[in-house]
């Protein structure tokens, strides 16, 4: 019992001393606080102040040590305090990084543009080619050469194949195919990206005007050589029956004067 009733009393004296502790007011310290966190830096309330004549011996015991500490701004928000700085200097390093930011950006573009001008890994991306070139050369980059002699004759299409035409177009075909694949592939300006392709269309149409002609011209060919072959049975087949009378002509004169 005697424990818990020193316990006791050590608790209610303890307590009493806490409400004993009265809030410290020191204009002083106070002061001091305000101007270095957030207040204007005022001469004025500088505490102890220098009394009358300047005979206060706490102001010289406080300031006599610290002369100038009046005359200087040390709020860290101050027109020229450290905080204040660095808020300036991260507001001119963020401008500064906007700045760039803006440059890296310009340069990220125009590199983008001439990566879509030049570079034949977009060249199928090209309106041009989008809307126009690819129509136009879809029959040669899709061509079937097992199936380019069909709607031909078959005497036609012997007269193609013997006659080298066929090794002839298939030869130019995949070449005007390979040169379109390295002008769509290869790094190239864009302008003259698509002079080559209306270079090549060019050409390509001319090729299939000749070919086209040739089949023509097979088909005329056959048609020829079917008359010419039918005419000449006939004048030998004249020729055969003129022959015939005229050694029945030459018997039958021999026999009349053979009678004589």
Known sequence: MKKSSLIFLLLIAINGLARAQ???NDESIRYQQERMVFKQWDQNKFKPSPG????????????????????????????????TLRLALAAGLQNTEQAYKLQTDTLRNMALTQVTAYSGLVSDADPLWLLYYRHQFQPLLYQNDARLLDGLAQQEKDYVIRSKLLDWYLQESHALAERLNAARTTTLERGARIITYQRLLDEYRILQAGWEAKKQTARQFIELSESSDKLKKRHISLSASQVTRSDVQIATDILSHSKL
Do not use: E
Request: net charge positive.
């Open 22 to 24: 009265k809030k410290i």
């Open 52 to 83: 009358f004549l300047g005979l206060n011996p706490l102001y010289w015991l406080t300031w006599a040590w610290h002369r100038d500490y009046h005359k200087h701004d040390l709020r860290p928000l101050s027109p020229l305090g450290p905080q």
